[in-house]
Nanobody, 124 residues
């Protein structure tokens, strides 16, 4: 069992930055891919970014490419999402997720463990 806890969300003005963290506990991650998703009110949960355990493969949604950076520090069992040049349309609850597989996938249902989410609000 893996417990994920996100932190770092908040209120920021458009153009600002936030750094989200995702701390994993319960077991040491060894090969699992990690993903970040977001969900705005009335919308489906969508893939934002994903990273393999070794970080040799990273994917981003087109909407965040060039603005967001995903990373992980396996020694700390922690993942990060650096978000720059934030826009009002980035406003959502952000979730980290881990799957019992090495490959990054974009479908939420393919992830096995989820954090509780952290709210990001970008004002115009």
């Amino acid at each position: 069992q893996v417990l994920l806890v996100e932190s770092g969300g908040g209120l920021v003005q458009a153009g600002g930055s936030l750094r989200l963290s995702c701390a994993a506990s319960g077991r040491t991650l060894s090969r699992e891919a990690m993903g970040w998703f977001r969900q705005a009110p009335g919308k489906e949960r969508e893939f934002v970014a994903g990273i393999t355990w070794s970080a040799n493969t990273i994917y981003y949604a087109d909407s965040v490419k060039g603005r967001f950076t995903i990373s992980r520090v396996n020694a700390k069992n922690t993942g990060y999402l650096q978000m720059n040049s934030l826009k009002p349309e980035d406003t959502a609850a952000y979730y980290c997720a881990v799957r019992n597989g090495a490959v990054i996938v974009v479908r939420p249902g393919d992830y096995d463990y989820w954090g509780q989410g952290t709210q990001v609000t970008v004002s115009s």
